[in-house]
């Protein structure tokens, strides 16, 4: 079954959102370390990491003078359709986002001092990369920002619908801007893409999936 058999549903009329551009910043409550960006053909952003969020108050010793790092940012730009992926810890960006001019010196007195006293030396990679530039159709611009919708949310733990029980961290903040509404999504041109990047035939669209499921299991 080809995808030109699949039903086509409408489009949005490609009206955009109030914000035309929003940043955020990748990470979460439990210093989990990589997000992976499945939109941006599995892109790697580096979560926060806050001594804060450790886990005992022997970990926060043994990382006393540590700063808190900040995850890597990605600015979307809906006027310029495309997406920025950089690392605010880089001397580039430090000034604009509010890294303090201290940071590398205090991150590098740490590092010091951790290694002579041969406790936890690093327990995130800090190596500022060089900024990356996604160009975006409008397929590309609409699937991000409705993963990037996602990823803000804070949900309830696998397995349970109990809301009081314990619940996954959101895998993001806005640090400038506002995210679009899924109503200002669904009016963007383009259709949410099923799986981007994927190496298999699967429809290409998220809204075909269905159709397409129900002829693999329909007898020839």
Request: include cysteine.
């Amino acid at each position: 079954m080809t995808e030109q058999q699949l039903e086509e549903p409408k489009r949005g009329p490609g009206r955009p959102p109030k914000t035309s551009a929003v940043t955020v910043e990748f990470g979460t409550k439990k210093n989990n370390g990589w997000v992976v960006v499945r939109s941006l053909g599995r892109a790697e952003a580096r979560g926060s990491w806050k001594v804060s969020n450790t886990l005992t108050n022997a970990d926060a010793r043994n990382l006393a003078g540590m700063p808190d790092i900040p995850g890597s940012y990605l600015t979307v730009d809906m006027d310029k359709s495309n997406a920025v992926m950089f690392d605010p810890t880089h001397p580039d960006h430090c000034k604009k986002w509010g890294v303090s001019k201290d940071f590398w010196k205090k991150f590098n007195d740490y590092k010091l001092a951790a290694s002579r006293r041969g406790g936890i030396v690093v327990p995130v990679t800090v190596n500022p990369r060089d900024d990356e530039v996604f160009p975006l159709v409008p397929d590309d611009l609409k699937t991000l920002l409705l993963e990037l919708i996602r990823m803000a949310e804070v949900r309830p733990m696998g397995g349970t619908e109990n809301k009081d029980e314990r619940t996954e961290s959101a895998m993001l903040t806005v640090v400038r801007g506002t995210l679009p509404t899924i109503t200002e999504i669904e009016e963007l041109a383009g259709r949410e893409l099923l799986d981007p990047g994927a190496d298999y035939y699967r429809p290409r669209y998220k809204d075909q999936f269905d159709d397409w499921m129900q002829k693999k299991a329909s007898p020839v």
